[in-house]
C-alpha cells in the first residue's frame, strides 16, 4: 500500500505579514502558526511523516520545542526562491526513501486551521482517484473583472469555480515530474499537474482553512482555532 508523506513548505518570509520574523514563527494562541500545523497533520493517524522544508538561512526552529513529533518529523533545508522551488527541492530530498507510488500531500505552513474531518476528506477521496486532488472552496461571493482604474470591467459568473487551498496530494513521481516541467512560479501544485493534462480532483472544504497571510489573519485564525474541534 502507498504510503502518505506530508511536505510542508515553510521557507518564505511573509512579506505581507509585514512582520520582522517570517510569519510561520509569530505566536497563535501561545504556539507558533506552524506548530498548530503540524498538529493539524499529525492529527490524522494515516499522515506518517511531515516533512518540513525551511529557508538554508532559516534562524529560528532550532529555538523552538517540536518533540511533540519527533517520531514522524523530517527537518529539510532546502527551501527555495519560490514555493514551487522549495517543494520540487524538497521533493528531490524525499526521493531517497519514498517510492513514486507514495502519497504527497503538500501544505502550507501558513494554513495552521486545517479542518481534521476536511483532511480525513481528501485522504479518502484524492486516495481513491487516479490523479489525486485538493481541498477547496466554491465561490462564495459576486465576482468583478476590474480596469487599470479600479472599475468594473465585467461579472464574472462564479458557478463552477473554486478557491483553491491546502493540502493538494499527488502522487510522488507525478508530482515531480509535473513541477520540474512547470518551472518555479506556479503558485500551487495543482496548476503543474492540470499543465500535464490531468485533472485533479476537487474535495470540498471551508473557509477556517484560511491561509495566514496579511496582519488581520493572525486574530481570525485565533478564534477558529479556539472552536476548530468543538
Ligand atoms: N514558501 C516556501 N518557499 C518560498 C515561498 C513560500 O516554502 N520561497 C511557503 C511559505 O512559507 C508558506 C507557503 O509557501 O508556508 C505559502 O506561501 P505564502 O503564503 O505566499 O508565504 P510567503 O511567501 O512567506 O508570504 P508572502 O508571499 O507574503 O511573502
Ligand atoms: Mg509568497
Not at 513548505?9 to 510569519?23: E, I, N, Q, T
Not at 514563527?25 to 507558533?32: H, I, K, S, T
Not at 499543465?195 to 495566514?212: H, I
Request: aromatic share 4%.
Amino acid at each position: 500500500m502507498s504510503g502518505f508523506h506530508a511536505l510542508i513548505p515553510a521557507a518564505g518570509s511573509g512579506s505581507r505579514m509585514r512582520s520582522a520574523r517570517p510569519k510561520q514563527y509569530l505566536e497563535l494562541n501561545g504556539l507558533p502558526v506552524i506548530a498548530h500545523t503540524l498538529a493539524a497533520l499529525s492529527r490524522d493517524a494515516r499522515v506518517d511523516r511531515l516533512v518540513v522544508v525551511l529557508s538554508p538561512d532559516d534562524m529560528e526552529w532550532d529555538s523552538h520545542d517540536w518533540s511533540a513529533w519527533q517520531d514522524r518529523l523530517l527537518v529539510l533545508r532546502c527551501g527555495g526562491a519560490t514555493r514551487a522551488e522549495t517543494v520540487l527541492n524538497g521533493l528531490g530530498a524525499m526521493a531517497e526513501w519514498c517510492v513514486a507510488d507514495d502519497w504527497v500531500l503538500v501544505h502550507d505552513a501558513a494554513r495552521p486551521c486545517l479542518p481534521g474531518d476536511a483532511l480525513a476528506r481528501l485522504l479518502d477521496e484524492a486516495a481513491q482517484d487516479a490523479v489525486g486532488g485538493l481541498l477547496a472552496v466554491p465561490v462564495a461571493d459576486t465576482l468583478k473583472r476590474a480596469d487599470a482604474e479600479f472599475r468594473v470591467e465585467a461579472t464574472v459568473p462564479r458557478t463552477g469555480l473554486w478557491q483553491a487551498q491546502t493540502p493538494q496530494m499527488f502522487r510522488h513521481g507525478v508530482l515531480r515530474d509535473a513541477l520540474r516541467a512547470a518551472g518555479a512560479d506556479m503558485t500551487d501544485e495543482a496548476s503543474a499537474i492540470e499543465q500535464r493534462g490531468l485533472r485533479p480532483r476537487l474535495v470540498e472544504c471551508d473557509s477556517r482553512n484560511l491561509k495566514v497571510t496579511y496582519p488581520q489573519d493572525l486574530r481570525l485564525a485565533s478564534l477558529i482555532l479556539e472552536h476548530l474541534n468543538d
